[in-house]
């Protein structure tokens, strides 16, 4: 089983720009496709950005396109996402979480494709 560890989150003003860091633990992660979710106070969760085993192909949510990008290091076992301007409507929890039956490839940010998660990192936007 893969056991993930959010870092990096914090407060920041709006137009600025984080990194967060997930490291996993447990199992390879060289075999999951891996993405980050958030959720924002009283609002469903929501895939924000999804990336293959091999880290050559990405997928985004619209609200992050351009902003946001994902990115792993395998031989350091940890997935990144560098977010970039950012908004108020980015302040949630920031979830890690790796593809369900050790799947490479990323098919969709939906929330049931994803079977392991880490438990959160703050990020509030805010001036």
């Known amino acids: 089983q893969l056991r993930l560890v959010e870092s990096g989150g914090g407060l920041v003003h709006p137009g600025g720009s984080l990194r967060l860091s997930c490291v996993t633990s447990?199992?390879?992660?060289?075999?999951?496709?891996m993405a980050w979710f958030r959720q924002a106070p009283g609002k469903e969760r929501e895939g924000v950005a999804c990336?293959?085993?091999?880290?050559?192909?990405?997928m985004y949510a619209n609200s992050v396109k351009g902003r946001f990008t994902i990115s792993r290091k395998n031989a350091e076992s940890t997935v990144y996402l560098h977010m970039d301007s950012l908004e108020a409507e980015d302040t949630g929890v920031y979830y890690c979480?790796?593809?369900?039956?050790?799947?490479?490839?990323?098919?969709?940010?939906?929330?049931?494709?994803?079977?392991?998660w880490g438990q959160g990192t703050q990020v509030t936007v805010s001036s």
């Open positions: 990336i293959n085993s091999s880290g050559a192909n990405t």
């Open positions: 979480a790796a593809r369900a039956g050790r799947m490479h490839y990323c098919s969709g940010l939906g929330s049931t494709d994803f079977g392991s």
């Open positions: 447990g199992a390879i992660m060289d075999y999951y496709a």
